[in-house]
C-alpha cells in the first residue's frame, strides 16, 4: 500500500511530483494523483486545491481509490501563536474546524463534528514524531540552502524553530490580527490557521488510516499576510516540503 501526499497549492507539491518515479497519472473529479516512486517508497501525490471540501475530496479518493495506508499533508499556514515566525514549522497534534459551530443547537460544544462528538482530530504521535525528526533533519542538513538568500534575509528566516501542537482550519484566509486573538481566546494553544489540515483528519480518522499534518508559516495572518504568503509559496514552501517529506520516506523503517 502506497502512502498518499497532498498539498493545497501546486507549488506545495510542485518538488515533490518532479521528483517521482516511474509516475502515471489518473485524473479523478479534476484532480490528477500522480502514482509513482519516491526515495524507493510507493507513494500517491495529488494536488487538491485549496479548502475543506476540495481537501476532504481528495483525501478521501487518496483513501478509497488508491487505498494509501497513510496520509501526509505539507503546506503553509498563518502563525497565530505570536512566538512563531515566518519559516517556522508546525506539526499537527491536533486539528479542529474554527468555523464549525452547532452550538445554538443546546446538544453540541463550539467547533464539535455533529455526530463524531468530536472537537479536535488528534494525529497518530509515532507519525507526527517521525514528521518532527525528519524536519529537524531538514533544518539541520543544507536544507535552506536551495533557497533564495535574499528572500530568507527579508523574512529573517536564520535558525527556524519547530512547534508540535494544534492547528485550526477554516474556509477562510485570515489577514486580521483581531480575529487571530479572538480564535487564540477560544482554541488552547492555538499555533497556526490554515484551510485544509482538518478536512483531511477528519477523513483520515473516519477510514481508520494515520495522518499528519507539516505547515511552514507563511505569513502572521495579519495585514501583511497576503504580501507574505505570496512570496512564500512562491520561493520557499516547495523546497520545506521535498525536503521534510524526503526525510520522512528515507527513514519510513522507522515510522513503520
Ligand atoms: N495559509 C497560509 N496563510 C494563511 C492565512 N493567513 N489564512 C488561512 N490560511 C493560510
Given at each position: 500500500?502506497?502512502i498518499?501526499?497532498?498539498?493545497?497549492m501546486?507549488?506545495?507539491?510542485?518538488?515533490?511530483?518532479?521528483?517521482?518515479t516511474?509516475?502515471?497519472?489518473?485524473t479523478?473529479g479534476?484532480r490528477d494523483y500522480?502514482?509513482g516512486k519516491?526515495?524507493e517508497?510507493?507513494?500517491?501525490?495529488?494536488?487538491?486545491?485549496w479548502?475543506?471540501?476540495?481537501a476532504?475530496q481528495?483525501?478521501?479518493?487518496?483513501?478509497?481509490n488508491?487505498n494509501v495506508?497513510?496520509?501526509?499533508?505539507?503546506?503553509?499556514?498563518g502563525?497565530?501563536d505570536?512566538?512563531?515566525?515566518?519559516?517556522?514549522?508546525?506539526?499537527?497534534?491536533?486539528?479542529?474546524?474554527?468555523?464549525?459551530?452547532?452550538s445554538?443547537?443546546?446538544?453540541f460544544?463550539?467547533?464539535?463534528?455533529?455526530?463524531?462528538g468530536?472537537?479536535?482530530?488528534?494525529?497518530?504521535?509515532e507519525?507526527?514524531?517521525h514528521?518532527?525528526?525528519?524536519?529537524?533533519?531538514?533544518?539541520?542538513?543544507?536544507?535552506?540552502?536551495?533557497?533564495?538568500?535574499e528572500i530568507?534575509?527579508?523574512?529573517?528566516?536564520?535558525?527556524?524553530k519547530?512547534?508540535v501542537?494544534t492547528?485550526?482550519?477554516g474556509?477562510?484566509?485570515?489577514?486580521?490580527?483581531?480575529?487571530?486573538?479572538?480564535?487564540?481566546?477560544?482554541i488552547?494553544?492555538?499555533?497556526?490557521?490554515?484551510?485544509?489540515?482538518?478536512?483531511?483528519?477528519?477523513?483520515?480518522?473516519e477510514?481508520?488510516?494515520?495522518?499528519?499534518?507539516i505547515?511552514?508559516?507563511?505569513d502572521?495572518?495579519?495585514?501583511?499576510?497576503?504580501?507574505?504568503?505570496?512570496?512564500?509559496?512562491?520561493?520557499?514552501?516547495?523546497?520545506?516540503s521535498?525536503?521534510i517529506?524526503?526525510?520522512?520516506?528515507?527513514?519510513?523503517?522507522h515510522?513503520?
Open positions: 500500500m502506497a498518499g501526499i497532498m498539498g493545497a501546486p507549488e506545495e507539491i510542485f518538488l515533490i511530483s518532479e521528483n517521482i516511474g509516475k502515471k497519472i489518473t479523478i479534476g500522480i502514482t519516491l526515495c517508497q510507493n507513494v500517491v501525490a495529488v494536488f487538491s486545491r479548502g475543506k471540501v476540495a476532504a481528495s483525501a478521501t479518493t487518496l483513501i478509497t488508491f495506508k497513510t496520509v501526509i499533508f505539507t503546506g503553509v499556514a502563525g497565530a505570536p512566538d512563531l515566525n515566518i519559516g517556522d514549522i508546525v506539526i499537527a497534534r491536533d486539528l479542529l474546524q474554527h468555523d464549525m459551530d452547532a445554538p443547537i443546546p446538544a460544544k463550539k467547533f464539535e463534528i455533529p455526530l463524531l468530536l472537537t479536535h482530530f488528534i494525529s497518530q504521535l507519525l507526527r514524531t514528521a518532527e525528526k525528519a524536519a529537524a533533519r531538514f533544518l539541520a542538513s543544507s536544507g535552506l540552502a536551495d533557497i533564495d538568500s530568507l534575509a527579508e523574512y529573517g528566516i536564520l535558525t527556524p519547530i512547534a501542537g492547528i485550526a482550519t474556509d477562510e484566509f485570515i489577514a486580521d490580527k483581531q480575529k487571530i486573538a479572538k480564535l487564540r481566546e477560544e488552547n494553544g492555538l499555533l497556526c490557521i490554515e484551510m485544509e489540515g482538518a478536512a483531511v483528519a477528519q477523513v483520515c480518522h477510514h481508520l488510516v494515520p495522518f499528519v499534518v505547515r511552514a508559516i507563511s502572521k495572518a495579519d495585514s501583511d499576510a497576503m504580501h507574505d504568503f505570496s512570496k512564500f509559496v512562491k520561493n520557499v514552501v516547495n523546497h520545506y521535498l525536503g517529506v524526503t526525510e520522512m520516506l528515507t527513514q519510513w523503517e515510522y513503520n
